[in-house]
Every structure is written in structure tokens, then in C-alpha cells.
């Protein structure tokens, strides 16, 4: 039988809608939650990304500000960028698209972003918040989207086992905090290049978190019948029939694990949505904490 | 065959000779490294535990300062303390010994002080430099303790099963969080009580590390043979033999275990002395980045 589809836009729409309505109560006292996007150079994915972000705010009520940096930014500039965003009441979230330029350190950067308007989750303090499970701090945008959709989808995860293939500070890492804390209470796997017998704890899981960045890493034989597939990645794979020359692919070969799995996130259309939509959560949550 | 035994205290020994030399070295510099630990109140516990931290900082040639203040200690007040060691050119390091009274907040004093002097390591954003890889924080003193000892017997971690039993700030999360790192490379799962099969995990474990707060809770039917042993619990158990009513005991059944284990921590005299040695490395560390 196959896998029940995890519907990642619809999900996203209804999290957009929910904070549709949080923005328009706060508009409503005065506060109207406002997300500055930085964009240094012009790398076309970035591009798009930047364009969708700030369209997403504007259809959800929030004001955008997308700030278009020359590729030739020193780090000087693009810090005294963040500074002024840092300052300015009119701004609730802060993003530095990534990837940036070599003689920029994104380190650095993301350093230097108000944790308050740190709706990436990526400052230190905000992971570190994460791990100890402390809910004042903001998480980033896609493990918060998977555990969203696992709660719109009834996905038990109390003592279930949790296996998360990846250990990125973006996915990976802040995937297994969320899941260990007290009233998520799995248990988790962390599993990276490194792991002696991947396929064997992938086979363990109820719930399997891919974000490895290989395509159609994960195979049928390495998902437990009935288990819960979430995909995280998003790589090109040459396709010379497509039109473009290549397919988008998850982590997951989501034809032959969809036979097996009890419920499955297909790519595009899965995580990626929830992420956008987390993004706009995280900066209406900033927003409200300095609305009167 | 009985497990090799690891001596926290000899390992703490060569630790707190190694801080030491640092320690002249910066003292010949024109810099004595400074730890001061704020005591709130007289619980019998802290005051010896707080007493061992004076002396091993003045055995290694650090300059300690304990700030004793009556169990009435207003939240302000202590705040205040805490402002004030942050302001003081002559301490590096900053500790609070837990637990405080309760009309003071404990994350909101650990949150004041601040993280370049925080050398319990519980700030935070030195939580989330940990979790994302950062080495610029400061590792809390038991887990860094417990990477200490398995560094100082060669224990090998890359691609090694890492079981870590409680997720506790000061022991669960921050273990899981540096065994996963890059370089250690071990694949992590973190146990608590939510978990479903609990003896299954810790089987699978090539390193075992206790860190839940029940005595002798690791029995041998639990462990896999050959498997290194971490014992962090230390519990008080009834004894009415002991002149004193108790005994110490760890969160591992050590006469059973260690027949079955390739090497174990005792208890007392396993992680424990680490902590206080780690204590004193994180202070040195904090010290020599402000040293000329």
C-alpha cells in the first residue's frame, strides 16, 4: 500500500493563513510586523529565494524590505547593513541570504543580527536556546517546518525513534534538539557521514529525517514498513529529457520508499514550502513581542 | 575479565598540572587567571563543593575569589553581584553554584553573566556554539570532563555508537551535542525516560554514558561486552552499615558492569574530579584571551 502524502503546500497554506490573521490583529494595534531580506550579489537560486520570501510576507500582511547588496560588499558594509536593520523599530526580522561572497564571513554576520530579530534561528544564542529548550528563542525555519507538519499530521512522537540523517547547524543539529526535548519527547539518532551502519539505524526509525544533501540516498531497504519519511533535501540530478536538463530529487528515492513508508514528504512540495512559512511565524512571533 | 578502570583522579591530576603551567606562563605575562564563585545561601553540599573550587583554583596558581551571600539574597542583589564581576578587569571566570534560593531565577542569572566569563558553560550562547560547533564557547565542565577522559585513554569515537542515557542541560544535551561534532564523529542517541526500549539502545553502545540521576540503573544485562562505561550519576543510597547512613553510588551497577565492560568509571573518583579540573581549563582559556 502506499505511503499517505505529507502535503508540505498545504500545510504551509494553513500556517500562512494562521498568521495571516496573527499579523492582522497586530496591524490592527498599531504594529504592522515588518522582515528585511539582504541580498549580496546575484546568484540566480538566491534570487528567486529572496523574491518568494518577500512576496510570502507581503500576501501574509507583513511589510518587506529587500535590501540588494553589490557582490563586491566589503564585510564592513554589509555589517554596518545589519547595524541599521538592527536599529530600525520598522524591522522585526532580520535575513542575510546565504550564500555570501568570499570576503564576507557569514559567521561573522549572523553574529551580528539582533538574536531578537533572528527569525533564521541560525545566532548562537538561538541555538543554544533550542538545546536547552528554552522557548524564548526563534528555531530555524526548516527542522521548525518539519515538526510542524508532523503535529498537522498526528505524527506521534512521544518515545517514537527518531533517526535524522545529517548533522547541518541548520538541519540536522537543531532537528535533534527539537526532538529530544520534554513534550516531544523522542528518541533520536543523529547519523552522518561517519556512521558505521547508517541503513541499519535508518531501518530503526518511526520517523526518518533525510537531510544529507544526496540524491535518493535513502532507499527502500533502509525504511521500516509504515515508518514516517521526511525529506529534507533538494538536489539537480541531470535529466536530459527534462527541458532544463535536470530533475529536482529529495534525499529519498520517493518512488520505491513510497511502497513502504507509512507516510511520506515528496520533493517539491514537501518540507520546502513549510520553510517560507516558518520564516513568516518566526518574524510575526518577533513582531509581537514589542507590539504594545 | 574485569573492565580497565578509568582514574578520573589521575587524569584530573595531569589535567590540573597542564592548567597550571598555563597558569605561570600567564602569570609571567602579567596576567593571574581569577574565578569567582558566588555561594547563595549555606546548603551544606555547595559549601563543600564551592570550597574544593577555591582550593584547586589556588593549587594551580589562580587567584579565587568566593562571594558568600545569606539565603535572603534578593533576585536584584544577586544581579547586581553578577554586573559587577562582569565589570571586573581581575576575574575571567564567573560561577554560580547551584541550586539558589527560590526567590532568585537561575536562567536569569546564569543568562547575566557574561559568556566570555562563563566558564560553567551554561550561557546560552555558549550552549549554542557547542551544538553548532563554534569552538570559541565554553563546553560545560562534566561533558567536557567526560571528552577528557576518553581523549586521555584513547578511547575511539569516530563512527562509534555513542548512547547517552538523560538529557539534562548540564549533561545530556551538551554530551550528545559534542560527541556529534566534526572530528569526534560519533553517531549519537539520546535516552531518557520517554524512551521506548532503553536496555535495546544502551546494547548497542560502544560508548555508555549515565548521566540520569538513579542509582545503579545500568545494570550488565545492559551493556554490550567490551563497551566503555561513563558513569556521571552520583546518588546517595541508604546504607545503614556506613557510619554515615549512605553510601555514594553512581547511576551504574559498577560490581556487575565492570565484568562485562572493556572500561568503566568508578564512582567516586571517576568524571567527578574531571569537573572541577575542566573548570579550571575553561577559566585558564578565559583568561588567556585577555592576556597581552
Known amino acids: 500500500m502506499a505511503a499517505e502524502l505529507m502535503d508540505g503546500v498545504a500545510v504551509a497554506r494553513a500556517v500562512r493563513e ?13 504594529v504592522t510586523p515588518g522582515l528585511a531580506v539582504v541580498l549580496v550579489g546575484e546568484d540566480p537560486a538566491s534570487t528567486v529565494y529572496v523574491r518568494n520570501k518577500g512576496k510570502a510576507c507581503e500576501e501574509a500582511g507583513m511589510r518587506s524590505v529587500t535590501i540588494r547588496m553589490p557582490a563586491t560588499t566589503s564585510q564592513g558594509e554589509l555589517l554596518a547593513q545589519v547595524d541599521a536593520l538592527n536599529a530600525d523599530p520598522a524591522i522585526h526580522g532580520i535575513l542575510v541570504q546565504m550564500p555570501l561572497p568570499p570576503q564576507c564571513s557569514a559567521d561573522e554576520v549572523i553574529r551580528r543580527i539582533d538574536p531578537a530579530k533572528d527569525v533564521d534561528g541560525f545566532h548562537p544564542v538561538n541555538a543554544g536556546r533550542l538545546l536547552i529548550g528554552d522557548p524564548d528563542g526563534f528555531a530555524p525555519c526548516t527542522p521548525a517546518g518539519v ?4 503535529r498537522r499530521y498526528d505524527v506521534p512522537t512521544k518515545g517514537a525513534e527518531v533517526v535524522v540523517i ?27 557521514s561517519r556512521t558505521r551502519d547508517l541503513a541499519g539505524h535508518a531501518r530503526r526509525a518511526d520517523i526518518l529525517v533525510a537531510a544529507i544533501g544526496r540524491a535518493r540516498f535513502v532507499t527502500a531497504d ?13 538536489n539537480r540530478v541531470e535529466e536530459p529529457r527534462s527541458k532544463t536538463g535536470y530533475v529536482l530529487a529529495g534525499d529519498v528515492d520517493f518512488a520505491a520508499v513510497r511502497e513502504v513508508a507509512g507516510r511520506i514528504t515528496p520533493v517539491p512540495g514537501g518540507v520546502g514550502p513549510l520553510t517560507i512559512a516558518m520564516l513568516l511565524k518566526n518574524t510575526l512571533r518577533a513582531a509581537s513581542r514589542v507590539a504594545p
Open 147 to 150: 515538526m510542524e507538519l508532523l
Open 166 to 192: 545529517g548533522r547541518s547547524n541548520i538541519v540536522g543539529k537543531p532537528m535533534g534538539a527539537l526532538m529530544i526535548q520534554p513534550g516531544v519527547d523522542a528518541t533520536v539518532t543523529t547519523c552522518h
Open 18 to 30: 494562521d498568521v495571516a490573521r496573527g499579523v492582522a490583529d497586530l496591524v490592527a494595534r498599531g
Open 222 to 234: 533502509m525504511v521500516k514498513p509504515g515508518a514516517t519519511v521526511i525529506d529534507v533535501g533538494i
